[in-house]
């Protein structure tokens, strides 16, 4: 099938949710994607960081290959090889106890915000003050079911579908005082992205995160940090909140967990995890062997290609190099990020939509998220000349923009 016979297909059969780029991905390879026409791409994106070993790694391919001859699927109902093993790693590289598996990162949240109501109701039965209200943070994104949707900042998602799950609040991002005025006895959870994705690339500030662990502690309630996107490595550490010697009670993770498998889990403390008991909670196909053994091996495999200091290294280039840029372009008002999450903010929407899809002309894949930010995400196996590859096109790009101002563009953008 062509591309614009599957777009024509696609604008009758199915719902229309998604704003794709005119661009059929057939195939990939490392860092680089292909399209119909046999044209390499430079992937600075990886599926909204989930391809995070880039494409046709042997590791994956292996584990794929041997479980695809033995059992791709049990039921929670039995046992199976592949989940005490994967728990051990995930429990290891996170310091959290006990792990529940699903299929995607909603989904994890979703087991979060549970967990954090019946923890509150076990604390209750304790004699202690616990309510059942959330606090999130603004520019928030923890995914688009009823529950995450509702603790998701953004109006648009959640306008729609109300009345979405109530009781839920929202701090200013980064603002102390309003933490503090606003938590009280009544809230079950505090939310926090260590580092929003969604939102722009935003990190929480130490001060920040430290005061929420804090009002969680006073209270008995539960620090939930969504690190979906950030986590299993992205940002140089395991997870984001362990750059600021923070721990959570709960973190979600799911991306770049089966490096493109769809999976996801909810990883918790004892104290929380004694919330849940059997039958209270459960997924049909969360933690199968096909998506476990996957997981095993990225895991395996980041750890022994030592990826983390690879992804401080590369993406401490890419910062730097996205610093000299933004030296020289006044339209470039933001550099953010961590490890191999990046975002570059610009000072204008349309700019910022404009770059996206001249980039993806120039064969190079980024995304614009939160409007005028555009976001790197790329496979952790990217290297310093990928990065120089990026970095020559975004130059002449923001120089071209700059001489033509106006310019508008035809391409779509990817907008995660
Ligand atoms: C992507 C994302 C989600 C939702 O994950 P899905 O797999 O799309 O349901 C939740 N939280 C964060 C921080 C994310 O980046």
Redesign the pocket.
């Known amino acids: 099938m062509t591309l614009a016979s599957i777009q024509a297909a696609e604008s009758k059969l199915l719902l229309q949710t998604y704003e794709r780029n005119p661009h059929l991905i057939v195939s990939g390879n490392g860092v680089y994607l292909t399209d119909g026409d046999g044209r390499d791409y430079l992937d600075l994106l990886s599926g909204?960081?989930v391809s995070a070993l880039g494409y046709r790694h042997p590791a994956i391919e292996e584990a794929i290959r041997i479980q695809s001859t033995r059992l791709l699927h049990t039921s929670n109902l039995f046992y199976h090889e592949g989940t005490a093993e994967l728990a051990l790693r995930l429990t290891e590289i996170s310091g959290l106890d006990r792990v529940f598996f699903c299929?995607?990162?909603?989904?994890?949240?979703e087991a979060a915000l549970k967990l954090a109501r019946a923890h509150a109701g076990v604390l209750r039965s304790e004699g202690k003050q616990v309510g059942t209200k959330f606090l999130a943070l603004e520019h928030?994104?923890?995914?688009?079911?009823m529950g995450?949707v509702a603790t998701?900042h953004k109006e648009k998602y959640r306008e729609p579908f109300a009345p979405v799950m109530p009781g839920v609040e929202f701090v200013r991002f980064n603002d102390v005082a309003d933490l503090r005025s606003k938590f009280s006895k009544e809230f079950c959870a505090i939310c926090i992205?260590p580092l929003?994705?969604?939102g722009g690339i935003h990190p929480v500030t130490q001060e920040f995160f430290a005061a929420a662990r804090e009002l969680c502690d006073s209270t008995g309630a539960l620090l939930l940090a969504?690190?979906?996107?950030?986590g299993m490595g992205r940002t140089g550490e395991w997870f984001a909140y362990q750059h600021y010697g923070i721990m959570p009670d709960v973190t979600?993770v799911?991306?770049p967990l089966a490096g493109g498998i769809?999976m996801?889990a909810m990883l918790c403390s004892e104290e929380a995890a004694r919330a849940f008991t059997p039958g209270m909670h459960g997924t049909t196909f969360g933690g199968g062997p096909l998506a476990c053994a996957v997981a095993i091996a990225v895991i395996d495999t980041i750890r022994a290609t030592d990826l983390l200091a690879h992804i401080r290294d590369v993406g401490g280039y890419f910062k730097s190099k996205l610093k000299s840029l933004a030296e020289q372009h006044d339209c470039i008002t933001d550099v953010r990020g961590m490890g191999l999450m990046l975002g570059i903010e610009l000072n204008s929407s349309e700019l910022a939509k404009n770059i996206a899809s001249q980039m993806m002309e120039r064969q190079i894949i980024i995304n614009r998220t939160s409007e005028n930010v555009l976001r790197f995400l790329p496979p952790y196996i990217l290297e310093r000349k990928h990065v120089d590859i990026a970095i020559t096109a975004l130059e002449e790009l923001l120089t071209s923009n700059a001489a033509f101002a106006g310019v508008t563009s035809t391409g779509g953008h990817a907008n995660?």
């Open positions: 909204i960081g299929n995607s990162g909603t989904e994890a949240w928030s994104f923890h995914g688009r079911t995450s998701t992205e929003q994705g969604e969504d690190e979906i996107q950030s979600t799911a991306k769809p996801g995660g």
